[in-house]
């Protein structure tokens, strides 16, 4: 808010058209600039950024790019400047990411699979908490560009023989979604498969690059599997779940057939909202988060609820891939032959 607030105040002094207003305008957003703390960029090249995983003994698993979600709210520097960041140079912050996420989504998605995570400097929680898609927007520049240099680094180290999966919740999904604008042609190749977990593909999204498709089934591949988990439609949350595609995780449907999850859940897509409507589970293990998160939606579950579904689907997605890309390099083989020849 009081950054908000200096930059209306910056607006109305630039508006007066004053040289001296002017000036003031300037010292204003400089010291609105100078109270917050921007921690240090992390460094990539340095394994304490990373959790991995290599469950893949077989070597014919995925490589798995995890993106963890938001466990940071605003706090301050001994000298009182405000940050909206992770610090992924505070241990206590890399431990909250890592021990309460990441190291539980790696014990199912790393068997079988090459699982890497990286530590990013994520926005708190407060900047969604502002409800204002703008303010959501700017804050997250940060953040996603630090997932994209991450990114970058894993792509250039692996073996790109491999299939690639991407996965993210909340905060992370957003991150996948901009992954995927961000990844060329080449790399979208080896894409078996996105998984935006709790977070919103919006039309503009998709407009903005070809390498999102929305999964349209079990086993197709180069696509994106994205959705939410209400209660009722009513409680779909804006900012995070007004998305324009989804799909069922449990029976691979995106009509509104039901699916039973663990004998006595019910889950059923809207194809109205494209999110998940379940029954026979209350998720009261998530309590309500400040009359944001978790109250009528389920937000929390999304990483949890559907585990074994999302473990076996990655194995098929990548053995889908694989098979794929040998029948493409064999056509591929055929075709060059057959020109030799004629």
């Known amino acids: 808010?009081?950054?908000?607030?200096?930059?209306?105040?910056?607006?109305?002094?630039?508006?007066?058209?004053?040289?001296?207003?002017?000036?003031?305008?300037?010292?204003?957003?400089?010291?609105?600039?100078?109270?917050?703390?921007?921690?240090?960029?992390?460094?990539?090249?340095?394994?304490?950024m990373?959790?991995?995983?290599?469950?893949?003994?077989?070597?014919?698993?995925?490589?798995?790019?995890?993106?963890?979600?938001?466990?940071?709210?605003?706090?301050?520097?001994?000298?009182?400047?405000?940050?909206?960041?992770?610090?992924?140079?505070?241990?206590?912050?890399?431990?909250?990411?890592?021990?309460?996420?990441?190291?539980?989504?790696?014990?199912?998605?790393?068997?079988g699979n090459?699982?890497?995570?990286?530590?990013?400097?994520?926005?708190?929680?407060?900047?969604?908490?502002?409800?204002?898609?703008?303010?959501?927007?700017?804050?997250?520049?940060?953040?996603?560009?630090?997932v994209c240099a991450a990114f970058d680094h894993f792509q250039a180290q692996r073996d790109k023989t491999r299939p690639l999966i991407i996965a993210g919740f909340s905060q992370g999904g957003l991150a996948v979604v901009e992954l995927l604008k961000h990844i060329d042609?080449?790399?979208?190749?080896?894409?078996?498969?996105?998984?935006?977990?709790?977070?919103?593909?919006?039309?503009?999204?998709?407009?903005?690059?070809?390498?999102?498709?929305?999964?349209?089934?079990?086993?197709?591949?180069g696509v994106t599997i994205c959705y939410n988990t209400v209660k009722d439609v009513k409680y779909v949350q804006p900012v995070i779940a007004a998305t324009c595609m989804g799909i069922n995780p449990v029976n691979w449907r995106t009509d509104a057939t039901p699916a039973i999850l663990h004998d006595t859940i019910t889950v059923t897509l809207?194809?109205?909202?494209?999110?998940?409507?379940?029954?026979?589970?209350?998720?009261?293990e998530y309590p309500p988060y400040k009359g944001f998160l978790n109250v009528g939606d389920i937000h929390s579950c999304e990483p949890w609820l559907y585990s074994e579904c999302l473990a076996k689907n990655i194995a098929v997605r990548a053995r889908e891939w694989r098979r794929s890309c040998k029948c493409n390099c064999e056509c591929i083989l055929e075709n060059t032959l057959k020109r030799q020849t004629e």
Not at 88 to 100: F, I, L, S
Not at 270 to 284: I, K, M, N, Q, T
Request: charged share 25%.
């Open 1 to 48: 808010m009081k950054r908000i607030q200096c930059w209306i105040l910056v607006a109305v002094l630039s508006a007066c058209g004053s040289k001296i207003y002017a000036s003031d305008a300037v010292k204003v957003s400089r010291q609105c600039e100078e109270s917050e703390f921007i921690p240090k960029a992390p460094d990539y090249n340095d394994s304490t």
């Open 50 to 111: 990373w959790i991995t995983e290599d469950g893949d003994s077989t070597g014919m698993g995925a490589d798995v790019f995890y993106v963890v979600s938001t466990w940071e709210v605003d706090w301050k520097t001994e000298d009182g400047r405000i940050s909206h960041y992770a610090d992924v140079w505070n241990p206590k912050h890399r431990e909250r990411m890592g021990a309460r996420e990441i190291k539980r989504v790696a014990a199912y998605m790393s068997p």
């Open 114 to 146: 090459r699982f890497y995570a990286p530590y990013y400097r994520h926005t708190t929680i407060e900047t969604f908490l502002t409800q204002n898609e703008d303010t959501i927007y700017h804050r997250t520049r940060l953040s996603m560009a630090d």
């Open 185 to 221: 042609d080449e790399t979208y190749s080896q894409l078996a498969a996105a998984y935006v977990l709790g977070y919103k593909v919006t039309p503009e999204d998709t407009l903005q690059t070809d390498h999102i498709k929305a999964a349209q089934g079990e086993t197709d591949t």
């Open 270 to 284: 809207s194809p109205a909202y494209h999110v998940l409507v379940v029954s026979g589970y209350s998720g009261s």
